[in-house]
């Protein structure tokens, strides 16, 4: 079955209030860092926090009786593995999600909470797939592809329907791409509702799969940690490539770090928790003003599952990245009362201090003396300096490590 906008829109009715018409808002915070108008599909307030649930239920809903009591399997490491998982309950069909090893708990815990089987399996999400793949030649159960399927496409189209209707001043739409299957449903109905419309892809750095096959390419050495885990694929999708190739006018690469502090910025600016794969679309905007400059941009925030340590790292990573949060080594004398004192001088500059390390045995230091490790906060990096500038005048020499410059007030 071809993919185009009719069958979305058939997904559509079909769908019906199944899932929920997840808003479509213009984000004034995002748009002034963004120098031009940022407009957000939120399919992070989706059922199971992404767009993945659109997919599985036009899935689910067309399996026939013998599927449904026999059951189906899928590999995924999260948000397809929580999507099939929903509507499996729902539409009391046996459902076994393969999971590779190292998958966080969290993950695996609340799959299994939402009624179905998990089976820890495989090294990669690729060692998984064959596992489940196995699990249908011997049970004889039916595997839901991710992505590379005619009505898994036609449901994540969907996501594009509802974004172009309430937004309809949009001049480029910017999407993650993995195996591709959300990006080839938006691309089929942007394309033909609107074929002006400016089509851009994201994939993370480490994994550019989609873009080596469209040039080409061999993508042998995609691979590598991610904070986008959920566009983390080594191969694109058989069905999706075409049409990702005819429709998409370009996809283009952004790294970790832009990864990390896109998140950081839907936090900070918007209050939104989004995953890597959800931010990756606003860290190729960021990334890139001058190519987005004049134009209303759509940007589908496809999930917000992150896992709480991540985000906890990233949160404190970006507080170090401006400047917020810093670390101060600081040389006094071995003597009483002076760390009392370093204390002092930076508490009456405006510093918290947060932690403090008191080196004395194992720095290249003269016995009589000490170094102090001292992380405090502060309000940005001009405040730091200030800081830093009342520690050197008080005779405390003072470095600032970590991320960010270094500074050496002695």
Known sequence: MAVTLQTIEAAAELIGDAVLRTPTCRSEPLSALAGTPVVLKLESLQHTGSFKVRGAFVKMSGLDADA???GVVAASAGNHAQGVAFWARRFNVPATIVMPEGTPFTKISRTEALGSRVVVAGNDLSESREHALGLVESDGLLFIHPYDDPDIIAGQGTVALEMLADARDLDCLVVPIGGGGLMAGVATVAKALRPEIEIIGVEAGLYPSMRRAIDGSPSLDCGGQTVAEGIAVKQPGSLTLPIIDSLVDDTVLVEESALEEAVHTFIEHQ???????????????????????????????????????????????????????????????????????????IGAAGGNIVEVYHQRLFFDVPVKLAEVDVVIETRDSGHVAEVIEQLTSAGYPVRLLGATSSADGG
């Open 68 to 70: 449904r009591t026999v």
């Open 271 to 345: 209050r939104l928790v989004v995953e890597g794969a959800g931010a990756a679309p606003l860290a190729a905007v960021l990334g890139d003003p001058s190519r987005f400059a004049g134009k209303t941009v759509g940007i589908v925030v496809s999930g917000g599952n992150i896992d709480s340590r991540l985000l906890s790292s990233i949160l404190m990573r970006g507080l170090v990245r401006q400047g917020r949060l810093v670390r101060l080594r600081v040389e006094i004398t071995d003597s009483p009362g002076i760390l009392a004192k370093v204390s002092g001088i």
